[in-house]
C-alpha cells in the first residue's frame, strides 16, 4: 500500500511510540508485508528466522523487534510488538469508513456502465465503462473494476484477508490495506469471493472467466485468459499464469505457482507449484496420465488377489 503523503522515518516511529535509527527525514512511501515490499516500504519482522530475509529484502525501513546492524541506506524501528505496531500503522493510514449509502460519493463509475438494484460500492471503488454489475453484488473500498467487465449476482469483491495469529489465548486479526483489481474483458460469477491484498493486490488478468462459488484468496494474481469452473478455492498468495484452466471444485494451497497453459481436472488438489503445458489430475496433483494410469491399476487389484490366491492353492 502506498502512503500518501510519505511520511518520515520520525513521523512513523512516533505514532506507534517507537524509539528508530536512521536519519529523522528517511521518507517512507509504502507499507508492504515481506513478500510484497519494494523500495521506500516499511515491512515488519518478529522473529529471529525472518530477520535476514527482511533486513536484506527490497523494504527501506524495517519495523523490528530487537536491536540489530542497520544496514546501509535503511532504517529501522525497533518496537516490542511489530505485528501490533504494524498493524496500528495500517488503521491509522488506511482506516474503516463507515458507509452512508449504496453507492459512495469518492466512487468512480463509467460512461455506460449499469449497476443492478441493490449492488453497493464502497469508498474509493473504480469501474471502468461498459460494465453490468447484476444484484446485490458487493464492492468494497478500494477495489478496481476495469471495462467490459461482468459480474454476477451476490458476489463479494475486496473482502478482508484471511491472515490470524495465534497469541496468549486470542486470535489477532492482521488488519487487511490492500486491493482487488478486477482488469478489462473479466467475467465473474454469482456468490464468488475475492479478498483483498493484505498490503498489495489481488488481481484477475484480462478476459479471465469465471463461473460460480469460486474463492480467491488475498494476494492471488491470476493471468489473462484463465477459466475457472465452479467451486474452485485458491489460496493466497498464488500465482496462476496465462490461460490456465482448472475443472470444477479444484483446492490450490497457498504459495504456489501454476505455470501457464496448464489444464487441471476436476476434484484435483494442488499442494506445490506446477509447471505450465501439461493436464494434472488428483489430490495430491500430478500428471493425469500418471493418475489414470494408477486408478487403473487399482481397479484391476481384486483380479490380481484373485490369481495369486489361486496360485497359492
Known amino acids: 500500500m502506498k502512503i500518501e503523503p510519505a511520511q518520515t522515518l520520525k513521523e512513523l516511529a512516533n ?26 516500504d516499511i515491512t515488519f519482522v518478529d522473529h529471529p528466522k525472518y530477520y535476514s530475509k527482511a533486513l536484506n529484502s527490497a523494504a527501506t525501513t524495517i519495523l523490528i523487534n530487537k536491536k540489530v546492524d542497520k544496514p546501509e541506506g535503511k532504517a529501522l524501528i525497533v518496537s516490542d510488538d511489530p505485528f501490533l505496531d504494524f498493524n496500528k500503522l495500517i488503521k491509522h493510514f488506511r482506516p474503516f469508513v463507515h458507509a452512508t449509502q449504496n453507492i459512495s460519493p469518492s466512487a468512480e463509475i463509467g460512461q455506460g456502465t ?57 486470535t489477532v486479526k492482521f488488519n487487511s490495506c490492500g486491493r482487488v483489481i478486477i482488469h478489462d474483458n473479466v467475467e465473474i460469477g454469482a456468490c464468488c469471493t ?33 477459466l475457472f469452473a465452479a467451486h474452485c478455492a485458491i489460496a493466497g498468495v498464488t500465482r496462476i499464469e496465462d490461460d490456465v484452466v482448472m475443472w470444477g471444485s479444484v483446492i490450490v494451497n497457498k504459495d504456489v505457482v501454476i505455470g501457464k497453459k496448464a489444464v487441471i481436472y476436476a476434484n484435483s488438489a494442488v499442494s506445490k507449484s506446477i509447471p505450465g503445458n501439461k493436464v494434472y489430475y488428483g489430490a495430491p496433483v500430478q500428471e493425469a496420465k500418471i493418475t489414470l494410469r494408477e486408478m487403473a491399476m487399482v481397479r484391476r487389484l481384486p483380479e490380481l488377489f484373485e490369481k495369486l490366491k489361486n496360485r497359492e492353492e
Open 15 to 40: 505514532l506507534i511510540n517507537a524509539p528508530f535509527e536512521g536519519d529523522p527525514d528517511f521518507l517512507v512511501t509504502g507499507l508492504n508485508e515481506i513478500h510484497m515490499v519494494e523500495p521506500g
Open 114 to 170: 449499469v449497476l443492478q438494484p441493490g449492488v453497493f460500492v464502497g469508498n474509493h471503488v473504480k469501474i471502468g465503462k461498459h460494465c453490468i454489475i447484476h444484484p446485490n453484488v458487493c464492492l468494497y473500498d478500494h477495489s478496481v473494476i476495469g471495462d467490459n467487465v461482468i459480474i454476477h449476482a451476490n458476489t463479494v469483491i475486496g473482502a478482508d484477508a484471511f491472515y490470524f495469529q495465534k497469541r496468549d489465548g486470542k
Open 194 to 226: 475475492i479478498d483483498k491484498g493484505v498490503t498489495g493486490d489481488t488481481e484477475i488478468g484480462e478476459s479471465s472467466k469465471l463461473d460460480n462459488h469460486i474463492q480467491i484468496g488475498h494476494d492471488t494474481v491470476i493471468g489473462k485468459f484463465c
